[in-house]
């Protein structure tokens, strides 16, 4: 009985949610102009989808080809940092430093740079998404028992075999968890830059919307991208369990 | 006919750090482990117990003096080390089978066919020693389906599975409650006994030291020194019983007021 009832406690909180919303916005009156009402949101889904889709698949695509590289240089860095003592002080700094600017600020270096449109989409997303990833899989790494490392040490292993026997395996339940963060923010990333300097993709397609007082257009755009955002989520999930579920141990027995 | 010893530590000794900051953690000792020793190493805890262990494993580099393996310096001979810490620290992603097949992965001449014989031949030897330390049943588990007991048997047999030359404790038995300390006593023995195998063990408890090494090494506390080396007398295989007689009991006894009332520090600068 719990656990079906874990299971469905989401969505229930979710529907709830939408009904308190429509309830309110019903009783005290509000404007669609200022906040519509789920029912409205879903009417303007429905009634621009032929629009909207062409801008959902434009922010999916930038998102994910943005994340795909963020993805293989969190690693490569991740992996590169957490394996030497030297690299993790000198490059801390640093990435703490890069990871400090707001991403905004760097879409117009990204337009001047690429001119304005699909690249620089990607690039934020790529640049917002690194470094959860370079700091889940460097402390993956970094943090091996000492005593584990000692026994390796003493069957005269070398680094690379105990980065690959140990390191690698032990870093991937932060890697993934971090997955899940960093497909998120991608979208963050993508969805600034469309909507400071694109003529394609979800977050332009709201900035429009905006400036013609189609509330509830942007609404739809913004449950499009919380959609977009959860179901990617939740593969990465399954993802995880499948490839580092010995880290979540009973849930998977 | 006299044995060239397994290990030989000539006025070896150990400081950390420098400068000011420098403290010696071990002062130039000898010592001497023949093939088919059982040495336990005892004293106070921070008297470089664990720091010998270190530079046997290579681990870590003497300050001072030469280790001879098999009567050449170091690096001259690889040797092949088997080593087990309190905490077993399996790897978790594996199962118990893989976590022992480890070191044959990677210390030659296992290395070279680990591919081939990984589910053949080399996996009938982990299953032969596993089945000794009595864990077979346990073999596709994951480490933390096994109680601690279970894990340091396990922890024992990757220490063990590629046949090293030497294989080193410390304080492997540390956090185990009284009764499976000595069931693991018996299982360690047992391993020792059959195969032939030069241990060397760090600990803290006497008894554990008493009932297991042929041999007894009393450390004072830091800088550590050897200040005994006694020889361990009783017959083996010993039964657990032999632990409440007088003569193990003495010997306890003795090895204890040794630690307690050691001298401090290096006695040969005072003299």
């Not at chain 2, 554990?208 to 800088?223: D, F, G, H, I, W």
Request: overall charge neutral.
């Amino acid at each position: 009985m719990t656990r079906t009832m874990e299971k469905i406690a989401p969505a229930l909180l979710i529907v709830s949610v939408f009904v308190v919303w429509e309830l309110f916005c019903l009783m005290a009156g509000i404007s669609e102009l200022v906040l519509p009402r789920p029912t409205q949101i879903v009417a303007a889904l429905v009634k621009y989808a032929p629009a909207i889709w062409p801008h959902a698949w434009q922010t999916f695509y930038t998102t994910m080809v943005g994340f795909a590289f963020g993805v293989a240089i969190g690693l490569s860095l991740g992996v590169l940092i957490g394996s030497s003592k030297l690299a993790y002080k000198t490059a801390y700094p640093l990435l703490v430093g890069i990871s400090s600017v707001p991403k905004v600020a760097v879409v117009p270096i990204f337009v001047l740079w690429f001119g304005a449109g699909t690249v620089p989409a990607i690039l934020t997303a790529m640049i917002i998404c690194i470094f959860p990833i370079v700091v889940n899989v460097a402390t993956g790494i970094a943090t091996v028992e000492p005593e584990l490392e000692d026994v390796m040490r003493s069957l005269k292993a070398t680094k690379m075999e105990i980065l690959r026997n140990v390191g690698l395996p032990r870093s991937m339940p932060y890697f993934f968890a971090s997955l899940k963060v960093a497909i998120t923010l991608s979208f963050v990333g993508s969805v600034i830059a469309e909507t400071v300097a694109s003529n394609k993709g979800v977050g332009n397609l709201m900035m429009i919307a905006a400036s013609s007082f189609n509330v509830p257009l942007v609404f739809a755009g913004l449950m499009v991208l919380a959609v977009m955002g959860m179901s990617l989520y939740a593969i990465f999930s399954v993802i995880e369990r499948r490839m580092a579920g010995w880290a979540m141990r009973k849930e998977v027995q | 006919m006299k044995q060239v010893p397994i290990v030989e530590l000539q006025k070896v000794g150990v400081t950390y750090g420098q400068g000011p900051d420098q403290t010696e953690a071990l002062v130039p000792t000898d010592l001497t482990i023949a093939k088919g020793d059982f040495v336990a190493l005892v004293g106070p805890s921070g008297c470089g117990k664990s720091t010998i262990l270190k530079l046997v494993s290579e681990l870590l580099e003497p300050t001072s003096g030469t280790i001879l393996f098999g009567g050449r310096e170091l690096g001259a001979k690889p040797m092949r080390v088997g080593m087990a810490f309190q905490s077993a620290s399996l790897l978790p992603w594996m199962s118990v089978r893989e976590n022992v097949m480890l070191p044959l992965k990677i210390v030659p001449p296992f290395k070279a066919d680990f591919r081939a014989k990984k589910g053949g031949e080399y996996r009938d030897r982990v299953d032969d020693l596993l089945a000794q330390v009595g864990l077979l049943d346990f073999a596709d588990k994951s480490p933390w389906q096994l109680s601690g007991g279970m894990m340091q048997r396990a922890n024992l047999c990757r220490a063990l599975i590629h046949d090293p030359d030497l294989l080193l404790l410390d304080e492997p038995f540390g956090a185990l409650d009284q009764f499976t300390r000595e069931e693991l006593w018996q299982t360690l023995q047992a391993l020792w006994l059959d195969r032939g195998i030069t241990v060397m063990l760090v600990t803290h408890d006497l008894r554990e030291a008493a009932y297991l090494a042929s041999r007894v090494c009393v450390m004072s506390a830091r800088p550590g020194r050897i200040i005994e080396d006694r020889a361990v007398p009783f017959a083996r295989p010993r039964p657990i019983d032999i632990t409440f007689e007088s003569d193990f009991v003495s010997l306890v006894q003795d090895l204890r007021g040794q630690i307690v009332h050691a001298p401090v520090g290096r006695t040969e600068d005072a003299a």
